[in-house]
């Protein structure tokens, strides 16, 4: 079975730009949270999406916005970057909002 | 922040079973003990959770103290494909509407040697 899949693997990005990330999750999981890690530290919570409604919102500015489709994948927005959102954004999905997660490989993201 | 506390980094022999730690002490009587660990440059991966008891699936097994303010995740038989960074992570049972996440620390780096 396919699993969680995420495009596209790298990015490279201007400051002041924006940039969309695309998650697709498990056949059947109806559940998309995204994560950021930058070098060096765990990943850190940014949305949790369950039934195409937000459920749960880390510390992130606004210019950090998802959404989750019928099909259930999700896309991260993130406008107007700057040097400090360079990292891994990695995607995971659950059946339902409580059952384990389980991650996708990743976008890198670089900021110049 | 994190509410577990695990060593930096530990070695373990190829063969050997990999033991690692984490303390948990501020834990609730309705929060789990996860574990993932992540392989250089990928995406975290689900090792296995618990509430209570012992469990024990086909990658490890996680024992839970009596008091519930630890627990070690054991890899029976470590080998070169277990290095990565193990996390160890407590979240609630229920959160009602909101959200599930996972607060990830900096985790244990195990590193097996040949």
């Known amino acids: 079975d396919a699993g969680v899949t995420q495009s596209p693997t790298h990015l490279i990005k201007t400051r002041g730009q924006q940039v969309t990330l695309r998650c697709s999750p498990i056949s059947g999981h109806k559940s998309v949270s995204w994560y950021q890690q930058v070098l060096g530290q765990g990943p850190q919570f940014i949305f949790q999406?369950?039934?195409?409604?937000?459920?749960g919102r880390g510390n992130f500015p606004d210019r950090f916005s998802a959404r989750q489709f019928p099909n259930y994948s999700s896309e991260l927005n993130v406008n107007a970057l700057l040097l400090g959102d360079s990292a891994l954004y990695l995607c995971?999905?659950?059946?339902?909002?409580?059952?384990?997660?389980?991650f996708g490989p990743g976008t890198r993201l670089t900021v110049l | 922040d994190a509410k577990t506390t695990q060593p930096t980094s530990m070695d373990c022999a190829e063969g050997r079973a990999a033991n690692l730690p984490c303390n948990h002490s501020t834990i609730s009587g309705n929060e789990y003990v996860y574990w993932y660990r992540q392989i250089h440059s990928q995406g975290p991966q689900y090792i296995i959770h618990?509430?209570?008891n012992n469990e024990t699936n086909e990658m490890a097994s996680l024992i839970i103290t009596e008091d519930r303010k630890s627990s070690t995740l054991i890899l029976p038989h470590a080998t070169l494909r277990d290095t990565a960074v193990y996390y160890c992570?407590?979240?609630?049972?229920?959160?009602?509407?909101?959200?599930?996440?996972?607060?990830f620390g900096k985790g244990t780096k195990l590193s097996v040697i040949p």
């Open positions: 995971a999905s659950s059946l339902d909002r409580g059952d384990e997660q389980f």
């Open positions: 999406y369950y039934e195409k409604e937000e459920r």
């Open positions: 992570i407590v979240r609630p049972t229920y959160s009602g509407a909101g959200s599930y996440q996972l607060t």
């Open positions: 618990g509430l209570k």
